[in-house]
Structures are given as C-alpha cells and as structure tokens.
C-alpha cells in the first residue's frame, strides 16, 4: 500500500508510541488525584503542555488539551458566545474555506443573534488581509482563518490579518491543525487570540488536540463537570494520548525544516512523474492543480482531471493500493461537492474531478514516482472509457 493521505491522519512515529506506553500500561493513575500514583500522571501532562507550547512559542498555561481540532474550534465559538453578545459584539467573519467544524460552530451560533458573515477566497484558495480588513465593523467581535487549508493545501497570510484584527481590538482566531508540524507557527508573531491544534495530522495519536488561548480572553467552558484543564474543559485526562501528542510536538520542533522540505520534495517529484507519465498517453494536458503553485512548500497538493470522475478514480486507485482522498474526510461520504474547491470559483463538475494527495515524512520518493505512475494509467484508462460511452 502507498498511502498518500497525510492530510486526513499520519501513522504515528514510533517514538511517540514509545512514550505512550508506560500510561498505557503501568502508569496509568487518574492526574486529577492527590497521590502520588496520581501526580506522577499529571506530572507527564504539564510536561507535555509545556511541549506543545513550545512548538507554537506560547506559555504551558495558555494551552488548553482536547479531544482534538475540531472540538478546540468549537470550544472557542461556543466558549465566546456569551462575552460577545454581552458587549454586542455579534459580528463574525469566517472564511468560506474553512474546515466544517469551524463552519458549523459559526453557524450554530446565528440562532443567539449572531450574524455570520464568510471570506470568500482567490482562484489559489487564499484570503485577502485586504478583504478582512474591509469586511470589519464596529460590531464585529471574531474573525477565523485558517493557516494551511486542509484541502489543497493554501497557506493564509496569517501574521497580518492577526496584526489587523489586534489593531481593531477584535479576537481572532486560526486552525492550525493542517499547519502544525509542517511550518513554523509562533503565535507572538500571530498576534491571535486563539489557536486549534490536531496530533494526528503529525505523526501523533488520534483523539487528542489543543487549544491555545491568549491569557486574559473571557470565555466560558461549553460542558459542565470536573474542574479540568483550568476549569475550561471537564473530563478526566487522557494521558497517554496527551503524552504523545505532547512527544510529537517535541520531535517536530527538532525536525521542522527538514520534514518540511522532504515532503515538499516528494509533493514536487510526485507531480513531475505523473506529467511525464501522462505524455505517452496524451492526457498531460487534462490535469490541473486546484489552488497554490506546486512549488509552494507543505504536503498537499489538490488535482483536477478534465473527464475523470474523481470518487471513481479514487476507488480504482483503491483497488491498486494507492490512498488519496477527494476532499476532506469529515466529508468524504457526502453526495454534494467539496465547499472549498466550490469557492475557489470551480463548478460542480470540476469540483468532482478533483482528488487530493498528501505526503508524509515517512513517504519515499519511489513511492511518490509509483504512485504517479499509477494515477497516469487510471486517468488514462478513465477518460478513454469516457470518450467510447
């Protein structure tokens, strides 16, 4: 199997499972307790905050642990609600690309009085500081942009729309949870109020993410329980999970750079394969890239086909043992195209010829010019069955 949807969740590094283990196994007391079993627990989670702070240059106490990304967005939407309405401040820009658990989080808040108001994005599936800035009113509360998009790949100019946002005294708020582990991300430079964070998108275990929030932000937990994670998020720690998220952001911050030039690379040969590839067929010419430049440094890269469904394509790369995803896998048995590529100006068609492919450190470069190889003859194979019906 070539599994090229590192996008959707990465196979965890062994290190991090190493970590793991003891609280697995042995160590596993509840941190909340008092003993000493106890404190060793909840010893190895403030070790781990202080871990994942570091890979954002944050404090240990601004990082709130979560069941992962999409909880951490919801927490920030739900958790402002009541501050925001209190001093009207009901106004929220959203850009129209972002991930479905940010999208649904804004909207559930319309029915309070809220009204949601969403970024449209450029042909390359970026937004506009220039547009924030313009859509900014004196009621505007929270604006949320992502930094990496999780469908093809984009990267935001997050700096300055948090430098825009901090000018206007407005919160702002970015998904980090494609960008972490892959580009350096310090939210001093932000300038933002909130951060969401996923280990499984870097080599970490599923189920356990972060929030990272501004110290002095006024926001509310949204469930009621125990007192855990500063009275902001109740429920007993999962340690072991906290642990190697906590390891995974450790090894990222030594091997940032590296892994993110190594995927780039492959992101890069990947795509020059499947073009050489094509021209013994003809069809070189019927694949297009949905988004930034193929030479933009990260992991993904969204394709298009002309006359190529791209579910059928998935499957029959599927049944060659090759990974890819049509779009993001919280969506992924959804009838109606992909809301990102539909933004970036794509028809429904066009929405539906498109796969996205992402890569991983632990990804080879044969396995990039093999996977290539692979899609060129399914493409080929699918547009000549197009042109006989």
Request: aromatic share 6%; proline share 2%.
């Amino acid at each position: 199997m070539i599994y090229l949807d590192n996008a959707a969740t990465t196979q965890m590094d062994e290190r991090v499972l190493e970590a793991m283990m003891p609280y697995l196994t042995t160590e596993y007391g509840n941190a909340g307790t008092l003993y000493k079993f106890g404190r060793a627990a909840n010893e190895a989670v403030q070790k781990a905050r202080a871990q994942v702070a570091a890979l954002i240059n944050a404090d240990p106490e601004q990082i709130i642990f979560t069941s992962g990304g999409s909880e951490a967005n919801n927490l920030v939407f739900q958790g402002l609600k009541d501050y925001l309405k209190s001093v009207g401040k009901t106004h929220i820009l959203v850009s129209a690309v972002e991930h479905d658990s940010v999208l649904r989080a804004a909207e559930s808040l319309i029915k309070d009085g809220f009204h949601v108001e969403y970024i449209p994005v450029s042909s390359e599936c970026r937004v506009s500081p220039a547009v924030i800035e313009d859509a900014l009113r004196a009621d505007t509360g929270l604006v949320s942009v992502m930094f990496a998009n999780n469908e093809t790949g984009a990267i935001n100019p997050i700096e300055d729309i948090g430098t825009i946002c901090m000018k206007r005294g407005i919160l702002f708020h970015t998904d980090c949870v494609q960008a972490a582990g892959c580009y350096p991300i310090d939210v001093v430079k932000i300038g933002g109020d909130f951060l969401s964070m996923s280990a499984h998108k870097f080599y970490g275990p599923k189920g356990v993410g972060a929030l990272y929030v501004r110290k002095g932000i006024n926001f509310e937990r949204i469930q009621d329980g125990g007192h855990q994670e500063k009275n902001k998020r109740s429920g007993t720690e999962n340690v072991a999970g906290i642990v190697g998220f906590g390891k995974a952001c450790e090894i990222s911050s030594k091997s940032l750079h590296e892994d993110t030039v190594w995927v780039s690379t492959l992101k890069q040969r990947f795509f020059m394969a499947l073009n050489e590839a094509l021209k013994d067929t003809g069809d070189e010419s019927c694949v297009h890239v949905n988004g930034m430049s193929i030479l933009t440094p990260g992991k993904t890269i969204n394709l298009r086909m002309d006359g190529v469904d791209g579910e059928t394509l998935l499957l029959m790369l599927d049944g060659k043992g090759v990974c890819v995803s049509a779009g993001s896998a919280c969506r992924s048995h959804e009838a109606e195209p992909s809301h990102v590529l539909s933004a970036m100006g794509l028809s429904k068609d066009e929405a539906r010829s498109s796969i996205r492919i992402s890569f991983s450190k632990k990804n080879t470069a044969d396995e990039a010019v093999r996977a290539a190889q692979i899609l060129a003859g399914c493409i080929s194979a699918l547009r000549a069955r197009e042109e006989k019906e």
